[in-house]
């Protein structure tokens, strides 16, 4: 069986416009995106609270796939950044930054982390 080849950010980034473009006709508004993302999110937490939490699952849960509903939140997180100028490898690289050193020692100096 092949592996999946990894990509990049970036070309994620690509690869969604490139479909969007060519099979998706056109993307959503932004509003609508995000609205979709608010959605699939939901879809993510229901998954997450019956596997993880204490929920039990219902008959409609069971063919849901926790990798796939993370998947469909990257999808149209992604084509918000695409629709909105945003290069995610970038803005991830600054966000990287900004937590080094805003938290360099938040989290080591926290007690509720400590065991």
Request: proline letters at 2%; hydrophobic letters at 35%; glycine letters at 4%.
């Amino acid at each position: 069986m092949n592996e999946p080849q990894a990509i990049t950010i970036r070309e994620a980034q690509e690869q969604v416009d490139h479909w969007i473009k060519t099979v998706g006709v056109r993307y959503f508004s932004e509003l609508t995106n995000m609205t979709i993302l608010t959605e699939e999110v939901g879809e993510l937490a229901r998954i997450m609270a019956r596997t993880y939490g204490d929920q039990s699952f219902k008959k409609s849960d069971l063919d849901k796939n926790l990798g796939d509903e993370m998947a469909d939140v990257l999808w149209v997180l992604i084509c918000l950044a695409n629709q909105t100028g945003i290069d995610l490898t970038e803005a991830l690289q600054k966000n990287f930054e900004k937590k080094n050193i805003r938290d360099i020692n938040r989290h080591k100096n926290n007690p509720k982390l400590k065991k």
